[in-house]
């Protein structure tokens, strides 16, 4: 298991880059153990989230793979409380409204490889971004239902963009409990399904 470290990057930019350290066995089932407790949150606490906490969130997904190095996202960080309100007015995606900030992920589709890798890539570093917040105690909520009109419209968005998801950020209100998940021997299938 490898770790990537957190090193500044040459001009001065504030912008880190990471380099490559191993991590022992012991941080690894940390690790493991701590992406076993992601829950989803859509009640959010009011309390507001440290600027260093968003910034390791969109440093996470920036530094996500992508097909041929492409990297075709865009992130589009929504704080301001109109907009939240204006894109998280479903029934099904009301807890825009209510987190500290949420993200739209967007991807360009310009060439052949990331017409037919955007939304993959894309979605990986949205993924990213949800285990980076969740490793800081940050919840997460994947949203797919909106007005894709309205949150094109509100976010200029041009239409040489495809929108990948919605993702919620914010303090737990109140942790979730587990949820029965399905056994492995029900959903695994070895060499044919």
């Not at 992406?35 to 309390?47: E, F, G, I, S, W």
């Not at 500290?100 to 589709?109: E, P, Q």
Request: with cysteine; charged share 20%; glycine share 8%.
């Amino acid at each position: 298991m490898i770790r990537r470290t957190p090193r500044r990057e040459e001009g001065g930019t504030g912008i880190t880059t990471t380099h490559i350290t191993r991590l022992t066995s012991t941080t690894t089932m940390d690790c493991i153990d701590q992406l076993l407790t992601r829950r989803t949150v859509r009640k959010y606490a009011k309390t507001p989230i440290p600027q260093d906490k968003i910034d390791k969130i969109l440093e996470a997904g920036r530094q996500s793979p992508s097909a041929v190095n492409r990297q075709p996202w865009h992130f589009l960080l929504i704080t301001d409380q109109n907009i939240k309100d204006r894109i998280g007015g479903g029934f099904f995606n009301r807890h825009i409204r209510t987190s500290a900030f949420t993200i739209v992920g967007a991807y360009i589709t310009n060439d052949p490889i990331t017409k037919r890798w955007g939304l993959t890539d894309t979605v990986i570093a949205l993924q990213t971004m949800v285990i980076a917040a969740h490793l800081q105690g940050i919840g997460t909520c994947w949203i797919g239902d909106y007005n894709e009109v309205r949150l094109r419209e509100t976010l200029n968005i041009p239409p040489t963009a495809s929108i990948a998801a919605i993702i919620t950020f914010g303090y737990a209100h109140k942790v979730p409990g587990t949820r029965k998940k399905r056994a492995l021997d029900t959903i695994l299938h070895t060499n044919t399904w």
